[in-house]
T-cell receptor, first 116, second 113 residues
Framework: GAVVSQHPSRVICKSGTSVKIECRSLDFQATTMFWYRQFPKKSLMLMATSNEGSKATYEQGVEKDKFLINHASLTLSTLTVTSAHPEDSSFYIC????????????FGPGTRLTVL | KQEVTQIPAALSVPEGENLVLNCSFTDSAIYNLQWFRQDPGKGLTSLLLIQSSQREQTSGRLNASLDKSSGRSTLYIAASQPGDSATYLCAVSFTGGGNKLTFGTGTQLKVEL
């Protein structure tokens, strides 16, 4: 149990376009979802925390108008990268908590975004 | 600032060797600490979670210890195998952080035949 999926797994887009990444908890209700960003050979950096039905809390230095997060249901959160630029190219990983032990985060498989 | 660091950054060992990965954190007020495994281009697999009240956790060939007072955790891998090759990440949930995880820089492990 406690499976988290992400879609798409890989996306390539042109500079200036917007890209939406979905994060789903498949077999549990995720009261909280987290979005991370990972540069090559670097660690994960938390971008924002979202609770179902409320606005996301962004980490310092993360542009909320650039990275739009919606957590409309207990099983789905979306991250939209607006007006993407090549420097937004990265590996984006989501996690969800709320299954069993509330403090355990279950991670998705990640989405590789490449902006040309 | 609450930070998590890991040493070494990379490690290469022959198959069968026992090894230790290190994680240190700057604030001893932690809720829990987790060790994850990440294969290239993939997501994270949780290996072990240690609550702040615990000293160690074991799963198969893996043993993780926690010393809050010194701000350190170690991940011990016994009888390493080529399949253990991956990046190992340490992540800390600091008290008052609302379940946020602060990740270390990772140790890239290669176990050679």
């Amino acid at each position: 149990g406690a499976v988290v999926s992400q879609h798409p797994s890989r996306v390539i887009c042109k500079s200036g376009t917007s890209v939406k990444i979905e994060c789903r908890s498949l077999d549990f209700q995720a009261t909280t979802m987290f979005w991370y960003r990972q540069f090559p050979k670097k660690s994960l950096m938390l971008m924002a925390t979202s609770n179902e039905g409320s606005k996301a809390t962004y980490e310092q230095g993360v542009e909320k108008d650039k990275f739009l997060i919606n957590h409309a249901s207990l099983t789905l959160s979306t991250l939209t990268v607006t007006s993407a630029h090549p420097e937004d190219s990265s590996f984006y990983i989501c996690s969800a908590s709320g299954a069993g032990g509330a403090d355990t985060q279950y991670f998705g498989p990640g989405t590789r975004l490449t902006v040309l | 600032k609450q930070e998590v660091t890991q040493i070494p950054a990379a490690l290469s060992v022959p198959e069968g060797e026992n090894l230790v990965l290190n994680c240190s954190f700057t604030d001893s007020a932690i809720y829990n600490l987790q060790w994850f495994r990440q294969d290239p281009g993939k997501g994270l697999t949780s290996l072990l979670l240690i609550q702040s009240s615990q000293r160690e956790q074991t799963s198969g060939r893996l043993n993780a210890s926690l010393d809050k007072s010194s701000g350190r955790s170690t991940l011990y891998i016994a009888a390493s195998q080529p399949g253990d090759s991956a990046t190992y990440l340490c992540a800390v949930s600091f008290t008052g952080g609302g379940n946020k995880l602060t990740f270390g820089t990772g140790t890239q492990l290669k176990v050679e035949l």
